[in-house]
């Protein structure tokens, strides 16, 4: 029986508008790493239209998908590691926040083994996202949310800040690379 590759997993989270994407896509080339998007971009692009509590689950199904399709992409192509532009964990926490439901997800889901979470402070521009961005006013309120739900469950995490160069430097040292 042939050994499973060890995937390592960079899971990016902040508030909105905080370079996430860019970051994602920036780390998997410097790395080289397969990631996995967004889904509630993709499911806005669908509906066209913003996102409605009916939506959470489907959101949080098609984000795992995401995250598990990247997983599969490494270990097909053998790279170590795995970006993800936001998680599961991030749906849930929107969830409970802007609409109040508790979506069911289990904190070892999340957690994981071989895990880093990059936490993307607020400090460039907000930038609008049709459908989905609440506006900058909410940015610094769930980046401390964020930061809170991290250290409450014990998740070890890094903060990235600057412009996009920095950021990916700062992520790189993170990541040990």
Not at 88 to 93: E, N, Q
Request: charged share 25%.
């Amino acid at each position: 029986m042939v050994a499973q590759m060890e995937i390592r997993r960079c899971i990016l989270i902040g508030a909105e508008s905080t370079g996430k994407t860019e970051l994602a896509q920036s780390l998997a080339d410097a790395l080289p790493a397969s990631w996995s998007s967004e889904y509630v971009r993709t499911f806005i692009e669908q509906v066209k239209r913003p996102v409605e509590v009916e939506d959470l689950n489907k959101i949080l199904a098609g984000q795992l998908a995401n995250e598990r399709t990247a997983i599969e992409t490494a270990r097909q192509r053998g790279l170590g590691w795995v970006v993800h532009d936001t998680n599961c964990w991030m749906t849930v926490l929107y969830a409970r926040e802007l609409y109040g439901v508790i979506l069911d997800l289990s904190l070892s889901h999340y957690q994981g083994d071989h895990c880093l979470y990059l936490l993307c402070e607020p400090d460039i521009p907000w930038s609008p996202d049709p459908g989905q961005r609440d506006g900058p006013a909410t940015r610094e309120r769930f980046h401390l949310l964020f930061e809170t739900e991290l250290r409450l469950a014990g998740i070890p995490f890094a903060r990235i800040k600057g412009t996009g160069s920095e950021r990916l430097k700062s992520a790189l040292a993170a990541l040990g690379q």
